[in-house]
C-alpha cells in the first residue's frame, strides 16, 4: 500500500468515527481531497486507490491536472478565492465551486457555464469567524446573497462553506462549525434547502463532522505537508 493509499484509508477511518461518535451515517460525509501544489501523479494515485473529488485552489494548476487526467473521470472542485477575470476555466472544468462569497462571481460562472454541462455546483463560503479572516459572506448577508445566486441559471446552489481561523481549541472548533449549520438550517426555514456542509480540514475533522459535515476537504492528512515555497509560487500564477 502506497502511503497516500494509507492516509487516505485513515482519513476514511477518522471520519467514519466522528460519525459514529455523533450518531450520524459515516455514508453522510463526503471526503474532497485537496491537491493543491501536489503533481498530477499523486491525484492519480489517489484515485487508484478509489478516491473520486479533488480540491484545488489555483485556477491555472486546477485546470492543469485535470486537463492531465481527463481520462480518469474524476471530480474538481474549486475551493480557493476566485477573481471575477478567472471565473471562465472554472466555469468550463470544474464540477463544483465552494468558494462563491459575492454575486459577481455567481452570475459571471453563470453566463460562462456551457449549456451542455450539467449545472455548476457552488457553495457559498461564509466568514464565521468574523474580522480576523478575510474570505466569505458576512452572516448578515448571506440570506440575500444565497437567494439572488439560487435564481441564476447552470448553477446549482448546494449549500454553504467555511474556513474558521485555525485553533487547537476543540471547542472553539465546534462553535464555528455549529454556526453555518444554524445558518443553513435559517435558510432552510425560510424556505431555501441546501443539503451541504463544506467544512473541516486535516486539523478539524472531528469537529465538523460532529457539527453535520457533508464534505470535508483535507489536504495534508492526505498528501503530506505542503512545501510553502512552491505554494507561494503557484498561487502566484
Ligand atoms: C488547503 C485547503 C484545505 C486543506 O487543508 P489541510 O489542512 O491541508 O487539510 C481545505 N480547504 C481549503 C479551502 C484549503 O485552501
Redesign the pocket.
Known amino acids: 500500500m502506497t502511503s497516500i493509499s494509507a492516509n487516505l484509508q485513515a482519513v476514511g477511518e477518522r471520519i467514519a468515527e466522528a460519525a459514529r461518535a455523533a450518531g450520524r451515517d459515516p455514508g453522510e460525509v463526503g471526503l474532497l481531497a ?1 491537491s ?1 501544489t501536489w503533481p498530477a501523479e499523486a491525484v492519480r494515485e489517489a484515485a487508484a486507490a478509489g478516491q473520486r473529488a479533488f ?1 484545488e ?1 489555483y485556477v491555472q494548476e486546477g485546470v492543469a491536472k485535470a486537463d492531465a487526467l481527463a481520462a480518469l473521470g474524476l471530480e474538481w472542485h474549486f ?2 478565492p476566485l477573481q471575477s477575470n478567472k471565473t471562465r476555466p472554472v466555469a468550463q472544468y470544474f464540477a463544483w465551486v ?2 462563491v462569497d459575492r454575486l459577481k462571481i455567481a452570475q459571471r460562472l453563470a453566463e460562462q457555464r456551457d449549456v451542455h454541462l450539467p449545472p455548476l455546483n457552488v457553495c457559498i463560503q461564509v466568514n464565521v469567524s468574523g474580522e480576523g479572516s478575510k474570505s466569505g459572506v458576512a452572516p448578515a448577508d448571506l440570506p440575500a446573497l444565497a437567494r439572488a445566486v439560487a435564481a441564476l441559471p447552470r448553477l446549482r446552489l448546494r449549500g454553504l462553506m467555511c ?1 474558521p481561523e485555525p485553533t487547537g481549541d476543540a471547542a472553539l472548533q465546534r462553535r464555528r462549525f455549529a454556526e453555518l449549520r444554524r445558518l443553513r438550517d435559517d435558510l432552510a426555514a425560510d424556505g431555501l434547502a441546501l443539503d451541504t456542509l463544506s467544512m473541516g ?3 478539524d475533522i472531528e469537529a465538523a463532522v460532529a457539527e453535520g459535515a457533508t464534505m470535508v ?5 492526505i498528501f503530506g505537508t ?1 512545501d510553502r515555497a512552491r505554494e507561494a509560487v503557484v498561487a502566484g500564477t
Do not use: C, P, Q
Open positions: 485537496v493543491k480540491g485552489n475551493i480557493g465552494h468558494s474556513i480540514m486535516s486539523h476537504r483535507v489536504g495534508t492528512a505542503r
